[in-house]
């Protein structure tokens, strides 16, 4: 035997009733609803915390190879139109104008970037919310607890401290929010990416001597 | 008017240094027509780009209306590109992009000229070389003839004062050669132009007042003044003297 279920006849005799089981058996490990709620509160933010630290650093790293890809794209666009910013300089054009330019159309592939992304986001976040499939723990005198954690984000009800000895069921929901903030991050990074994809073309534009541009065999 | 004096061009091929240019001297007179004949690889484009102010000769001098082009700043080198040379190519280089009318455009635009003025003029520029009819064509939409038009509308739309143009008509058939190098013919009589051709075609070059023969970066040219449009064309190596 290595458990015994105990039922005190009223939430005030708890203490009381643990006290004296403490006395009786003084190597016994005596655990109330308390601190089963707390446990599977404890679980549940836990898991949270995880998904969303998880998500962050995810996030992080899709947004530098985003940039990478971006930059790596935008000097091979610069690289095929060597000849082209040749003749440009052959006009006339300044390098200044020819990196404005070259910055002005990544930036502008930037805000159409971050518009498309932004309608895939609603878009994503409305199937998420809809096909998510819901998540629950269940609490009760036999400490029986499923938990699940929402990766993206999730909402948890159930009035763990009014438990009782009943089994009570907390259900956990996945959302995507999709808030001002995040649609504003969103464009801002896209422009910050066209930004820095532009930089980097244009300084390649800009360092091309016109005669080695207008020679490059295509 | 330009004079080269003692122009020299080296490349460095990896560790091995190529002579591109060996001491040209030239003298291209004022609404003079010139051209210049010789095997590839032998400097006739690097001689070109340096009078073009796209390049920079290792050492001699290039001036043009009495400005030492190789004493000059990138910036001021790309203000004498915008307003006083223009360039056609072999190959047209026009944006492909861009209709004709926005290809020419474009050489407006380093002189700030308001976008209508731009466009009109583009399109006057296209109808004097026969092409109004062609002004919202991609390159990709127009024949070779028709594209190296609008590239010689696109060097002229500025009104430059030089025309150096590598290779005009040596991406088209005897036919439409004729057409472009009787265009440019009529072009540099109507507009006084100081016009340099580096070609490989006889017939072409023949066009010119004078001809020029650049052999392993040496130039051999008459030195003697050039006849006039009226004289009829140059007869070719027979009057060549090497120079240098």
Request: no cysteine; glycine share 12%; aromatic share 4%.
């Amino acid at each position: 035997m290595n458990a015994v279920y105990v039922t005190a006849a009223s939430a005030a005799d708890i203490p009381a009733v643990q006290n004296e089981i403490a006395a009786a058996l003084p190597g016994a490990t005596i655990t109330d609803q308390d601190d089963l709620a707390h446990e599977v509160t404890g679980s549940l933010t836990s898991t949270a915390n995880l998904a969303n630290d998880l998500g962050t650093w995810l996030s992080v790293v899709v947004l530098i190879a985003a940039f990478t890809v971006a930059s790596l794209l935008t000097m091979a666009a610069v690289a095929r139109r060597v000849r082209e910013f040749g003749t440009l300089k052959a006009l006339g054009w300044r390098s200044s104008r020819i990196v404005g330019q070259v910055m002005g159309e990544s930036i502008t592939i930037g805000i159409f970037g971050g518009a498309a992304g932004i309608g895939l986001g609603y878009a994503g976040a409305a199937l998420i919310d809809h096909l998510a499939p819901k998540l629950s723990a269940t609490i009760g005198p036999a400490s029986a607890a499923t938990a699940g954690g929402g990766a993206l984000g999730g909402k948890a009800s159930g009035g763990l401290k009014s438990l009782g000895n009943t089994p009570h069921t907390v259900s956990v929901s996945l959302t995507a929010p999709v808030t001002v903030s995040v649609i504003l991050l969103a464009v801002g990074l896209a422009v910050a990416g066209g930004l820095v994809a532009g930089s980097f073309g244009g300084w390649r534009a800009a360092r091309l001597r016109p005669a080695a541009a207008l020679a490059r065999v295509e | 008017m330009y004079v080269l004096t003692n122009v020299v061009k080296n490349y460095s091929r990896g560790r091995q240094a190529v002579a591109a240019l060996r001491g040209v001297d030239l003298v291209v007179r004022d609404s003079e027509w010139l051209a210049i004949q010789g095997p590839t690889g032998h400097g006739k484009s690097t001689l070109l780009q340096i009078m073009g102010a796209l390049d920079r000769p290792t050492s001699g001098s290039v001036e043009l209306g009495g400005i030492d082009l190789s004493a000059l700043r990138e910036a001021a080198l790309t203000r004498i590109r915008a307003r006083s040379i223009g360039f056609v190519f072999q190959t047209f280089n026009l944006i492909p992009t861009l209709n004709a009318a926005d290809n020419v455009a474009m050489a407006l635009v380093p002189p700030h000229i308001a976008a209508a003025e731009r466009q009109s003029r583009a399109e006057e520029a296209l109808t004097a070389v026969g092409l109004a009819g062609r002004l919202r064509h991609l390159p990709s939409e127009l024949s070779g003839g028709e594209q190296q038009r609008v590239a010689i509308a696109r060097a002229l739309v500025k009104k430059p004062q030089v025309l150096l143009a590598d290779e005009p008509t040596g991406n088209l058939d005897e036919g439409t050669r004729d057409e472009i190098i009787g265009l440019l013919e009529n072009l540099w009589r109507e507009h006084g132009l100081t016009m340099v051709t580096v070609t490989h075609d006889s017939s072409v070059a023949a066009r010119a007042q004078r001809i020029g023969q650049l052999k392993h970066g040496r130039l051999a040219i008459p030195p003697s003044a050039p006849r006039s449009p009226d004289q009829g064309p140059a007869t070719g190596p027979a009057e060549h003297r090497r120079v240098r």
